[in-house]
């Protein structure tokens, strides 16, 4: 991982107990060195498949329904049958960080293509197998220099699309359009990309959910051509469980740079603060006290 690397939100700090972890690889547990996938397979020839991030905290790992619920709608979304149900791809999970004697710290990667082709192309009838089916745990904890000093976001020409082009809450693996963001911001010398959706409005980060504070109130996209966030639905339920407001509809540029904080949530990181936006600094400083209320009422949540 190169220096500039530990600017990304999903930046992590090393670990060298990673080095040897086991990678579950269609049943079986493979050293990391040897973990392989055919160059037939459609995830790698394609994009064709669906994943999910989890976070594995004292032994818990967080909102593992809704990791699975999402996982399994999308692969019902572009017809690919996971070959087993919800429990059982759990235990395969929960093998995995047994094999790896993982208890907390760890952060899973869990993937699902549509398995080995005869040939590669588009049509799905050209798949040879079952499908390929990845855990990968990694012992991942946020890093804490990027938490002090917030990241620097600047807004893409790329922008989300919409669910009649490519629904965002299928979870692909294709990551293109995101990555040609994130390409943007990083020449421009920033951390990750604001996204706009086809209207103009805020949507999302290049691999982020976005949330700006105005007041005591948290703002947040629609929904429309954002992430389907497991972490974002949690910050949202826990911060009007605690009495707060949020406004989830399309607001734009212009009232995003009169917010007084802001900070964006993803599996990996939870909370992180913004520090600046298209290179303006934001008022309340790092990080505000609204962000902080925020991600003390998330450590809580994880924290069990």
């Known amino acids: 991982?190169?220096?500039?690397?530990?600017?990304?939100?999903?930046?992590?700090?090393?670990?060298?107990?990673?080095?040897?972890?086991?990678?579950?690889?269609?049943?079986?547990?493979?050293?990391?060195?040897?973990?392989?996938?055919?160059?037939?397979?459609?995830?790698?020839?394609?994009?064709?498949?669906?994943?999910?991030g989890l976070r594995l905290v004292r032994g818990r790992i967080l909102s593992l329904t809704a990791h699975l619920d999402r996982l399994y709608e999308g692969a019902n979304s572009i017809s690919l049958n996971i070959g087993m149900d919800r429990q059982a791809l759990a235990d395969e999970i929960f093998r995995t960080l047994a094999a790896n004697d993982m208890q907390d710290g760890a952060h899973i990667r869990l993937m699902v293509t549509r398995g080995t082709k005869t040939?590669?192309?588009?049509?799905?009838?050209?798949?040879?197998?079952?499908?390929?089916i990845v855990i990968l745990a990694e012992y991942k904890r946020p890093n804490p220099e990027l938490k002090a000093r917030g990241l620097r976001l600047m807004t893409s020409a790329i922008r989300c699309s919409t669910p009649d082009v490519f629904d965002l809450r299928l979870n692909s693996h294709s990551r293109l359009n995101f990555i040609q963001a994130l390409n943007q911001a990083v020449g421009m010398g920033a951390d990750e990309a604001l996204m706009l959706d086809d209207r103009g409005f805020v949507a999302s980060c290049n691999s982020t959910n976005f949330f700006i504070v105005r007041g005591d109130t948290l703002w947040t996209s629609d929904g429309t051509c954002c992430f389907s966030g497991i972490t974002r639905a949690t910050v949202i339920r826990l911060w009007r469980e605690a009495g707060g407001t949020v406004r989830e509809g399309a607001f734009t540029l212009a009232q995003t740079y009169a917010a007084d904080e802001a900070f964006v949530t993803g599996t990996l990181g939870g909370i992180t603060p913004v520090a600046s936006i298209d290179g303006r600094a934001l008022p309340a400083g790092l990080p505000g006290p609204v962000t902080g209320r925020v991600a003390d009422l998330y450590a809580a949540y994880a924290e069990g």
């Open 119 to 132: 040939t590669i192309n588009q049509d799905p009838r050209f798949v040879a197998s079952g499908p390929t």
């Open 1 to 52: 991982m190169t220096d500039d690397s530990q600017d990304s939100a999903q930046s992590y700090a090393h670990d060298a107990r990673n080095d040897d972890v086991l990678v579950y690889v269609n049943g079986e547990m493979v050293p990391r060195d040897q973990a392989r996938v055919s160059i037939f397979d459609a995830g790698f020839g394609l994009g064709d498949g669906v994943w999910e």
